[in-house]
């Protein structure tokens, strides 16, 4: 996002705490004279502060990324890096006068839906702490953006995925990765292979932020992000092993119907509302885990090579 | 609540800080010896501990109860008071091993629908905190009943009007009866007038809730609690002024078509789920208000009466 900015020449300041993201994402930018990054925490008031000093719009893209609940994880992870820091961001923007927002919600506040595509008008049952803490996010942008006239873009992303990706966060790709470098005669599959999802190329999803927050003009927009099909945890192992040369793989499944507690087994968006309004995925969801794997070997490959 | 469930045989403990509650609404219970009370608040983990030692089920009325935001209020009230709140009751439910939760949620997590009677299914938009954090809750509860078991019931209020009411609280009622006393010749209404709500005794909110807890088994169990009329501003104005005695009276309207910024001029709610399970309100919003004025008049009259 903050490469697409620069380059339409918009001045940017970046305010990352680094826990999830990476400096190296953004080296190319750090040099540029409309870029400033600020490294700081959102809970933060300083940092905050100084971030949001004279500028015109927030993107507030910053979270605990991971949806996946694991026991030991204290449960205020989400309610303090996603709902404290996003009412953070909302005060201090009331108190410097900032009026636009966008933000980074996510397609896990609809939890299980029976009906499938899910559009925008459903109403979210969120299962996990992550889309507990987005939905309550959603909340606070919504009457900040009513008491105090703000303008606000909400969006409701499929699984992110792309260039930068995190080989080491808990995604069923760098899952899939890490278990078969270990160990490439048996893949252990959460769940019974069958869930399937809604994956987006990272790069289209900041296309469609940008086209949205141009062609949406409501006090609130809320678009559900990403291509129109889904693909199975089964297709996306076949495909790692295939991309590994591998052969004879033996998958064993858990055989939940989720993978992990809060997982939501199968969710397919709606994506009508911002193909009405203009803009479309070039790639599907099997195109953008292709795309991924790739990016996940090399990223492994580079940071386990050898002289 | 406290009484209904001490008169049918439970051992109840209440956790107040008495920021809005009175003691006196309980003075009766305070000997009993199935009854036993904390003044201590929900973001003090202590009174929290000892009031959840060996309970089996909580219900959890705590809240910040003012839906109208006031220029000059903190923008985090209903976030620490309601939300952050009601996490701490959450999480130390879980790690004392406490499975049942009953939760007073909001009407106001709608916000303005263009359908009307509004249903359960309805997506929620808050637009004022308060509703926002009730949401927040909501999700809150969703998915720590699904990560750990627990069965909840979630109940969407009407407006709650009864006899134990808050004469200084920022309601239509109160509003009313103090401006009157001030001046008996002139109403200042906020908004037209034409706000149209629900209102639902006390007294049958607590009847519906047991009755809900009792009949609805599921691991999340979701109610609008409400009579099935709303009720106008104006004829709420009338009503007082025929309370009172009073004869010729101006209103005068601010005319925004809400009372305040985070105000939701006109909600019906659809109640047919708690009436399929069962249970109807025996008295409509009139009733409910000229019972909620009478007692208004009568609590004004005892805290201003002289010897």
Not at 26 to 50: M, N, S, V, W
Not at 53 to 63: F, G, I, N, R
Request: net charge negative; with cysteine; aromatic share 8%.
């Amino acid at each position: 996002m903050a490469e697409a900015l620069v380059t339409r020449g918009d001045h940017v300041t970046v305010l990352d705490n680094l826990s999830s993201g990476r400096l190296e994402h953004i080296e190319p930018l750090l040099t540029h004279d409309k870029f400033r990054f600020i490294q700081g925490d959102l809970l933060d008031q300083k940092a905050l502060d100084a971030a949001m000093d004279s500028v015109e719009m927030v993107y507030h893209l910053a979270a605990n990324p991971d949806v996946k609940f694991t026991a030991g994880d204290a449960t205020d992870k989400d309610l303090k890096q996603n709902t404290l820091a996003t009412y953070a961001v909302l005060e201090t923007m009331r108190q410097q006068g900032v009026k636009k927002l966008a933000f980074s919600s996510t397609s896990a506040v609809y939890g299980v839906c029976e009906t499938l595509p899910i559009s925008e008008q459903q109403a979210p049952h969120p299962i996990s702490l992550y889309g507990a803490s987005k939905l309550a996010c959603e909340g606070l942008i919504g009457s900040f953006q009513h008491l105090f006239d703000m303008q606000c873009w909400v969006f409701r992303f499929a699984n992110i995925v792309g260039k930068k990706v995190r080989s080491r966060g808990r995604t069923v790709i760098a899952d899939f990765a890490h278990k078969l470098l270990d160990d490439p005669s048996t893949l252990p599959i959460l769940g019974n292979g069958k869930q399937a999802k809604s994956y987006l190329l990272s790069s289209e999803c900041v296309e469609a932020m940008l086209f949205a927050i141009e062609h949406a003009k409501q006090p609130i927009n809320t678009f559900n992000l990403g291509c129109s099909d889904w693909i199975t945890v089964d297709r996306i192992a076949e495909l790692m092993v295939e991309a590994m040369n591998l052969e004879n793989v033996k998958f064993e499944y858990t055989g939940t119907e989720g993978g992990w507690a809060g997982d939501v087994p199968r969710f397919l968006l709606d994506v009508s509302a911002i193909n009405q309004l203009g803009w479309q995925a070039k790639h599907n969801s099997e195109q953008a885990i292709r795309f991924a794997i790739k990016n996940t070997l090399q990223e492994i490959n580079q940071t386990t090579c050898k002289p």
